[in-house]
C-alpha cells in the first residue's frame, strides 16, 4: 500500500492550472436570513451614515447542487427560465482591456443591443442603462458578487423606466418591458468564480424578499434570495469569451411564466491552485416589446 501515490491521485486537477471544473457540483452559496427585529431590510451601497451599519440582514450558506448546463444549452429560454445562453458570437470591436467606459459604452454597448434585438424574441427597442466589469484580484474596483440575488424587483425595473425615459415612461409602462443583463468573461474560459443562477420557475415569489438599496443621491430596491430546498440552480462551465448569458431580472409581459432569475457567483470547490481570476463584464438593458 502506497500513500503517498493515493494523495498523489486525489487531487490531480488542482495540481493542474489550466483545469476547468465541469460537470455537477455541490457548492456554497449565500443566502438572505432576516433582520431579527422584523424590520425591512436596507444595504447602503457606499459608506453609510455615522451610526448606521452597512445592512440590517445577515447572510447565510446553504450548500446547493448546481447542474452544470453545458451541451443542454437549447433547454433553457428567457421566457420559462428567465436566463438564455447565446454562443459563437464573434469578437467584440471594443477595446480589449474594458478599462474605458467611454470605448465600451461607444462600442461595447451597439453590440449589445444589436445582440438583444437580434436574439431576444418581441424585442425592439434598447435603452442600455448600466455595466460593470468585474476582476477577481486584490485591490480591483468591483469584485465578483457572493450573494444569491436578483437586480431589481417589479418596483425597481418600474423606477428605471422612469429614471432613464421620463418623458416617454407613461407610454412605456403601457406595453411590456423586461430588464435584461447581459453577462460574458473577458478572460474566459472561465476557471473560478463562475456565476450560478436558479431557474425562474423553480422560485417561489416568496423565496425573493425586497431589499432597499441605498446610493447617496436615491433608493432603488433589489431582491434577496431565501433558501429553499425547491430551487434549482445551474452554472454555465467553462463559460468563453464568444458566449453570452441573458440573465432577466424583470418582465411585465402578461402570462410570462419566467420574470426573474436569482443569480451569484459561488466558490467551485475544484478550483485548481494558480486558477486565473475571473474577468466579466455585465450590461444592464432595458428592453421593450
Ligand atoms: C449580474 C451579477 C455578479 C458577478 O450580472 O447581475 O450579479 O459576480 N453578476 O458577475
Ligand atoms: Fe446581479
Redesign the pocket.
Known sequence: MSTTATLASSTPAQDDPSFIPRGPVDASIVFYHPPPDGSKPFYYVETPPPGEPQQNYSEAPHSVSLTDIRNHESDFTLDKDAFQTLQHLPPSRADPSFTDDANIKAVYYPEVEDLILTHVPGAQRVFIFDH?V?RNKPAAHR????RA?V?QTPASAEARVRLHLPDEADTLLRSRYRII?V?RPLNGPVQE?P?AFASATSVEQGDLVPVEHRYPDRTGETAAVRFNPGQKWYYWSGMGEGERLL?K?SDSGEGVVGRRVP???FVDPRTPVGARGRE?I?V?CLVFG
Do not use: F, G
Open positions: 460593470t468585474r469584485t465578483p458578487v457572493t440575488h437586480d443583463n453577462w468564480m456565476l440573465l431580472c443569480h451569484t457567483a466579466s455585465e444592464r
